[in-house]
T-cell receptor, first 118, second 111 residues
Framework: GAVVSQHPSRVICKSGTSVKIECRSL??????MFWYRQFPKQSLMLMAT?????????EQGVEKDKFLINHASLTLSTLTVTSAHPEDSSFYIC??????????????FGPGTRLTVL | RKEVEQDPGPFNVPEGATVAFNCTYS??????FFWYRQDCRKEPKLLMS???SGNEDGRFTAQLNRASQYISLLIRDSKLSDSATYLC????????????FGAGTRLAVHP
């Protein structure tokens, strides 16, 4: 079964509006979740690391005031794209991590949210 | 230079063929290595972790050469269902298990 869920799966909005995307860890408590963005025919790029109960850590070039992250509980992180513009249209994917055998972490990815800004 | 570089692809192969993907990474302090598979418009899914000793899972064999900072994936007896994009992924040496993704290599297996 799914380990991570995302909602909504697809959203179309007008330029200037804000969009909230939810990421839920279904199988275990996640103190850390990750948010990625993937443009067409490009690789996943890490946007930020979401830490439960503290501020998110953003990657270089990602505007923290534009992409608001809230990790209020051990099973939920939200990403809000504020004042969305067409260039923000992308596939947004979250992931959670768990420790596997040999101490290697595996990240489980949510099904993604496809955002289209008109 | 990109942190993780892969064969550009696409690879178009007939069913039953053996295909190999290569990947190099730039950070010698990288701690973990993976191959993920991503189907069109879907999220990536872990195919296999890559261990220093090399590892095999059915038709899939992964190799890691830390000295050359090189990772490979071999797929034997290709199936139509193997058609996807294969992502080479490296875990950074920093905290929080940060993953760095390659751009992916697209594989198309035809009858």
């Amino acid at each position: 079964g799914a380990v991570v869920s995302q909602h909504p799966s697809r959203v179309i909005c007008k330029s200037g509006t804000s969009v909230k995307i939810e990421c839920r860890s279904l199988d275990f408590q996640a103190t850390t979740m990750f948010w990625y963005r993937q443009f067409p025919k490009q690789s996943l790029m890490l946007m930020a690391t979401s830490n439960e109960g503290s501020k998110a850590t953003y990657e270089q070039g990602v505007e923290k005031d534009k992409f608001l992250i809230n990790h209020a509980s051990l099973t939920l992180s939200t990403l809000t794209v504020t004042s969305a513009h067409p260039e923000d249209s992308s596939f947004y994917i979250c992931s959670v991590t768990s420790i596997r055998d040999r101490g290697l972490d595996e990240q489980f990815f949510g099904p993604g949210t496809r955002l289209t800004v008109l | 230079r990109k942190e993780v570089e892969q064969d550009p692809g696409p690879f178009n192969v007939p069913e039953g063929a053996t295909v190999a993907f290569n990947c190099t990474y730039s950070n010698s302090a990288s701690q973990s290595f993976f191959w993920y598979r991503q189907d069109c418009r879907k999220e990536p899914k872990l195919l296999m972790s890559v261990y220093s000793s090399g590892n095999e899972d059915g038709r899939f064999t992964a190799q890691l050469n830390r000295a050359s900072q090189y990772i490979s994936l071999l797929i034997r007896d290709s199936k139509l269902s193997d058609s996807a994009t294969y992502l080479c992924v490296v875990g950074s040496s920093g905290g929080y298990n940060k993953l760095i993704f390659g751009a992916g290599t697209r594989l198309a297996v035809h009858p």
